[in-house]
């Protein structure tokens, strides 16, 4: 009997031991490697792509992240400026814009392929639009075509790789901000046929209708824009404001209210809401300069700072955020 019971925890034991030995063996640190890849390789990351340096029309692009450098990638199929860069689906989408002709040409970048390739254009050579992603879809309206301003709205049909028109904005709108935020999304500011407005107007796309919203309290064109927490944020721009100032709007009291102001005055920048706070990105300084600077803004202080300037100074470019998988 006593051997019996021997024979038991001996074998017991020999078992545990051979389990620690399977756990504590290299596999584990392989999968702490792999997983150490992982997490470096799905780190968001900010793309600023193509742009107008004031001498010419770019197609670079370049990404960075708080843990890195500005770091180039692959370039667009053609150089753009004024266009509209989104993230949708995991890609990059590169929206019409202008490079000494007006273009309503689309391409889109695959981080798995590390390419660009055209997709379907757009109905319309759009140039001075803004596009957002909503409801998994992705919109795009207002703009010019050097003869034309445009109240028009189009949307992105990916199952057909088509483009169809959406209900239009009730005015013409150029330089506008177009911004999806909590079910909605928001056509604000910029210069219709005449002059630069602060009116914004609120898109519901179940009833596939426009809104009248609460003004800004300047009037804005080629400003930043930026849905970030639970508001709307936008800054700087051509109007009645400074080129510094920031306002935000909240939807639950259909309010603007004015915060700090950045510290350079900015227009054609890209506003970017990316590792909690805010980033304005280079942009045309009043005195007619293209910037490379760069400020992130600190909601919870309520103030800016200056951190890591762009690749090189660049205004009416494309930027978005996307995660690499």
Known sequence: MF????????????????????????????N????NQSIDFSDSYIHVCGGWDGSNYHSECYRYNTHTTWQSMPSLTLPRDDYSLVT???????????????????????????????????????????????????????G???????KSCEYYYKAIDEWHFAT???????????????GYM???????LNEYTNTMERYDTVKQQWQPMSNMKYTRGYFGSASFLDKIYVCGGWGTSD?????????????WTQIASMLLDRSDFKLIAFDDKLYALGGLTMGGQQTDTVEIYDYKANQWSYTTSLPKPLEMFGASVITYL
Not at 3 to 30: D, E, H, K, S
């Open 168 to 182: 239009a904005m009730s005015m013409e709108r150029r330089g506008l901000a177009l911004v999806a935020h909590e």
């Open 186 to 192: 928001y056509a604000i500011g910029g210069k219709n």
């Open 88 to 142: 949708y689906d995991k890609k990059l989408f590169a929206i019409g814009g202008y490079n000494g002709n007006y273009l309503n040409s689309v391409e889109s970048y695959d981080t798995q392929t590390n390419q660009w390739k055209p997709i379907a254009s757009m109905n319309i050579l759009r140039h001075y639009h803004d596009a957002a992603v909503l409801d998994n879809t992705i919109y795009v309206c207002g």
């Open 144 to 150: 010019e075509n050097g003869n034309n301003v445009f």
């Open 243 to 255: 080129w510094k100032s920031c306002e935000t709007y909240d939807p639950l009291t259909n309010q």
């Open 32 to 35: 702490s490697q792999q997983n």
């Open 3 to 30: 051997n019996n019971y021997y024979f038991i925890f001996l074998t017991a034991v020999i078992y545990i031991i051979n389990c620690n030995n399977f756990i504590n063996t290299t596999p584990i640190n392989n």
